[in-house]
């Protein structure tokens, strides 16, 4: 079985779109939520989110829209683009770039694939819907289904990158870009690919973030301390939009090229809780056979863990759950490793979180930070005897976990060591 490594990381996302930003954001517990109206004049309460900086993509108009000019983008290829798909790209040619590939030789490559994760654009469905309907059907986008369904991202960038060794999309709701990520790894270490860029992207728009609200799942907060994991006051999550990207390959295509690892890809393992369309298992049943599945493939005691990035979102019932699952792995045996929920400074990328949450947890394995859980005040008592730090502290860390969990009980754990 081969070896996979990460040679890169990118990600556009509430703190920043460069890796810079994000660890600056992290060592400093800088939240990137802000108080935004999402429907102006409108009566919903919710107003936190996860805006991205740098990006202007709210008009339909895609002619119009704006990105960081240190991003190579063909402007002609945005007329079948939704937001998120734009950053996405971003975040995959921040990635390419940070692992010495450029993006012709990565395309070139017939051992090279796509996987990839998003909702689709809701917002883009809803327009061209409502064209449709304005008009009696005489009238629409050619480009309405590929910029707006689910798969919209694997479609685009597929073609972008003219990739021919594989593109697959993910649907599994917040666990897709974590799926996606195990997925591709597996398809390195059967020796079906060389490489695999993993993708994940989602957009904060009213027609994306309300429907949660009907819920009753988003907090109501409306400032940056909105989203508060783990602790007794936490009222619900809040969406935080971007893309985030990683290139996985095995440690012989790397070694061949010349590049540096960033982290080792030692195993992962996803389960499913069986018990509710929406809501976790009460006890992280489900989470808890994922985690230790994971650890299992990649040979590690639960001791020999040092930092979990935390599912972690905020609300009421899924941070209780997670906390009760970490407690009867760790707490248990006797190990403490510093978990943290990062979702309090980004906002729920939902699709996007696995991915981003991996990129960040690599940066952190890679810079020797161990990051705090920002708001985090009176932690719930079901987090006993779990280690939560308050704030950030450089440490250098080995092996750490991230965790990530969907509608309909999908639970992911993913497992990264320093190379």
């Known amino acids: 079985m081969n070896e996979v490594v990460v040679t890169g990381v990118g990600a556009a996302c509430s703190l920043g779109h460069s890796r810079e930003s994000l660890l600056s954001a992290l060592a400093g517990l800088r939240s990137g939520i802000v108080s935004h109206d999402l429907l102006p004049g409108g009566k919903s309460p919710v107003r936190a989110v996860g805006l991205v900086p740098g990006f202007t993509t709210e008009d339909e108009r895609w002619a119009l829209w704006r990105w960081p000019g240190r991003f190579p983008v063909k402007r002609d290829a945005l007329r079948s683009f939704a937001p998120h798909v734009l950053y996405g790209l971003c975040a995959a040619l921040d990635a390419l770039e940070q692992a010495g590939l450029p993006d012709h030789d990565f395309s070139a490559s017939e051992g090279a694939g796509l996987f990839a994760a998003s909702a689709g654009s809701t917002r883009l469905l809803h327009r061209g819907l409502r064209v449709m309907d304005e008009t009696g059907g005489a009238?629409?986008?050619?480009?309405?289904?590929?910029?707006?369904?689910?798969?919209?991202?694997?479609?685009?960038?597929?073609?972008?990158?003219?990739?021919?060794?594989?593109?697959?999309?993910?649907?599994?709701?917040?666990?897709?870009?974590?799926?996606?990520l195990g997925y591709a790894s597996d398809e390195i270490r059967l020796g079906r690919l060389d490489q695999a860029l993993v993708v994940g992207g989602e957009e904060v728009t009213a027609e994306s973030v309300l429907p949660f609200a009907a819920m009753r799942a988003l907090s109501l907060r409306p400032g940056p301390d909105a989203c508060r994991p783990f602790d007794q006051s936490r009222d619900g999550f809040v969406c935080g939009g971007g893309g985030a990207a990683l290139l996985l390959e095995s440690a012989q295509s790397a070694k061949a090229r010349g590049a540096v690892p960033l982290a080792r890809f030692d195993g992962w393992a996803h389960t499913a809780d069986g018990f509710h369309a929406i809501a976790p298992h009460p006890e992280g049943e489900g989470l808890e056979r994922a985690i230790r599945k994971t650890l299992q493939a990649a040979g590690w005691a639960p001791a020999r863990v040092d930092h979990i990035n935390a599912h972690a979102t905020g609300t009421p019932v899924g941070d209780k759950a997670e906390a009760l699952a970490l407690g009867r792995i760790f707490t248990?045996?006797?190990a403490h490793p510093a978990i943290a929920g990062t979702k309090a400074l980004t906002g729920h990328g939902l699709s996007l979180a696995g991915?981003?949450?991996?990129?960040?947890?690599?940066l952190c394995l890679t810079e020797g930070l161990e990051p705090g859980t920002a708001f985090l005040e009176k932690p719930d008592e079901a987090c006993a005897g779990l280690n939560l730090p308050r704030v950030s502290s450089p440490r250098p860390l080995r092996r750490v976990l991230s965790n990530s969990c969907g509608f309909g009980g999908s639970n992911v754990c993913l497992a990264f060591s320093r190379p």
């Open 139 to 180: 009238r629409g986008n050619p480009f309405g289904v590929v910029s707006a369904v689910a798969g919209t991202l694997n479609f685009n960038l597929g073609a972008y990158f003219h990739l021919r060794g594989a593109n697959v999309g993910f649907v599994s709701a917040c666990a897709s870009s974590a799926h996606a």
């Open 332 to 334: 248990a045996a006797g």
């Open 355 to 362: 991915a981003l949450e991996a990129v960040l947890a690599i």
